[in-house]
């Protein structure tokens, strides 16, 4: 395991990771949180996000307890015994107020970009050669229903992701993972659509419903598309065969999140399918 924590600190191989202090944070949780909440930092790199974290001209106040970088390298801003200032107004379940309730996760990302003649452009007019195409589950964050351009999420940076959830879980008990857009929607976009949650919790949880052995088959004769997001407007990964076995995750309307199996009935990949061409 490459990650580890010790005394609220992750550390990373054996070496604690690199710290970069927030200016500001509101002090130790009262009790420790189990929930996470994802975001995306809207910024160049992980390290101008956490020099942000300790600007004096942060004037939100803003700050997370870690950020992942797009080539997986993390800084810790804020320690895990102390709430971070990365929810603002947000409300989930019966809480509300999530930085005294929930560690904040920050990944580098652009989130949201806007269309040129030439291709999809950061805010801050970085071209993102392929773009993630889709709609945000609130609606998008400048209106309309078509699909707009998204930075993806490097393996690398999901891959550091998971494992430090994981390690998250292991010490802290984090039960529950949700974006700033499910705590604040229509405020936030973050993580956003070329976020992979489900895949997130699959990988962090497993199948926590105990339903694990109920597979179902792709039927059609013609194959399946497997897609990004759950609707015939988000991309196809690829074309499932039929007789594909597959793991449900869970349901948006007709639309299934599935874990997509091989022959020794190993996880080979996930995304979305139309559940009324699965065998019941
Ligand atoms: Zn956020």
């Not at 959830?165 to 499910?182: F, K, S, W």
Request: hydrophobic letters at 40%.
């Amino acid at each position: 395991m490459a990650f580890s924590i010790r005394n609220h600190h992750l550390w990373r191989d054996g070496r604690s990771v690199e710290a970069v202090k927030a200016r500001y944070d509101s002090g130790p949780f009262a009790r420790t949180p189990k929930i996470l909440v994802v975001h995306f930092t809207g910024g160049s790199s992980g390290r101008s996000s956490a020099e942000w974290f300790r600007a004096p001209d942060n004037t939100a106040k803003s700050s997370a307890h870690l950020v992942i970088d797009r080539d997986g390298s993390v800084i810790q801003c804020v320690d895990f015994d102390t709430a971070a200032n990365h929810a603002g107004r947000s409300s989930w379940r019966d809480l509300s107020g999530l930085n005294q309730h929930a560690f904040g996760i920050e990944l580098a990302n652009w989130g949201d970009l806007y269309p040129y003649a030439d291709g999809w452009y950061s805010e801050a007019g970085v071209r993102i050669a392929n773009p993630f195409m889709g709609v945000h589950k609130n609606g998008n964050p400048h209106g309309g229903a078509q699909p707009i351009g998204w930075e993806p999420y490097p393996e690398i940076q999901f891959a550091a992701l998971v494992e430090i959830v994981q390690r998250l879980v292991a010490t802290y008990g984090i039960d529950e993972i949700v974006g700033h857009d499910d705590v604040a929607p229509t405020r936030k976009w973050d993580p956003g659509p070329a976020f992979n949650m489900a895949r997130l919790r699959y990988e962090v949880f497993g199948d926590r419903a105990g339903d694990g052995d109920v597979t179902r088959t792709v039927m059609p004769v013609s194959g399946l598309n497997l897609r990004r997001g759950p609707g015939t407007a988000f991309d196809t990964i690829r074309l499932l065969p039929q007789g594909t076995v597959v793991r449900p995750l869970e349901q948006n309307g007709l639309w299934l999140s599935v874990s997509v199996l091989d022959a020794a009935g190993e996880p080979v990949d996930t995304g979305w399918v139309h559940g009324a061409y699965l065998s019941p």
